[in-house]
């Protein structure tokens, strides 16, 4: 099994990376932030990424996505201290095999590891209830939809209805590079379940989302 690990906390990783070494399982790189962990995973091709959340530049869940998108064979496992059902939900909706806390015990998560490597999904037994219950149930309503938003990605749909569409606008209007942009049109692209941004915005004002007058949100 060779890992890759990506996480902003320095201490988590080498005690991480320890704690793998100890159990004969190969670390082959390690990431400081999503943008990392995806060109590590172009350079290393690992077999299980495993992959904070809230991490600089690029997030985690932005991260799935791209690695799941360019190399469907990398399995990401998220390791997180969060212990939000969205958060839960969006990474499986972007791809991860699993989804583990991060005081999980050392055995459960070799246990683990081993049955994504399998194909199995990497979830603690409460998680994978959670899992099941909530894709069990019928679609979103537009307003819980919305809440799945970031306060940025509210920022992005706001400018989109008042007209601001282009990349290098939404770019100047947020300070943000059109890199950043593009990443958070693709957040709420998936998120919403749409395909394009003209989309987006007829989703946004069809459903009473933001006012097409002056773009803030319910």
Request: aromatic letters at 4%; glycine letters at 6%; hydrophobic letters at 40%.
């Amino acid at each position: 099994m060779r890992i890759l690990i990506a996480d902003d906390h320095a201490l988590f990783r080498d005690g991480l990376r320890s704690l793998l070494d100890a159990h004969g399982v190969t670390t082959v790189a390690e990431a400081r932030n999503g943008r990392e962990a995806v060109e590590l995973t172009r350079l290393h091709r690992p077999d299980i990424v495993l992959m904070d959340l809230t991490m600089p530049e690029v997030g985690g869940l932005a991260a799935t996505r791209l690695i799941r998108s360019e190399f469907p064979d990398v399995k990401v496992v998220v390791l997180t201290a969060s212990e939000d059902d969205a958060d839960l939900f969006e990474a499986v909706k972007s791809g991860a095999q699993g989804f583990l806390p991060k005081d999980l015990e050392a055995t459960r998560l070799f246990e683990l590891l081993d049955g994504a490597m399998r194909g199995e999904p990497a979830l603690t037994p409460g998680l994978a209830r959670k899992v099941l219950g909530e894709f069990a149930r019928p679609t979103s309503s537009p307003e819980r939809a919305l809440e799945t938003l970031t306060e940025r990605e509210r920022e992005v749909l706001e400018l989109l209805v008042v007209g601001v569409t282009s990349n290098r606008e939404l770019a100047a209007r947020l300070y943000v590079s059109e890199n950043t942009v593009k990443y958070h049109l693709r957040n709420i692209l998936d998120k919403l379940h749409l395909q394009n941004r003209a989309q987006v915005i007829a989703y946004a004002l069809r459903h009473g989302l933001v006012d097409g007058q002056n773009g803030e949100s319910r």
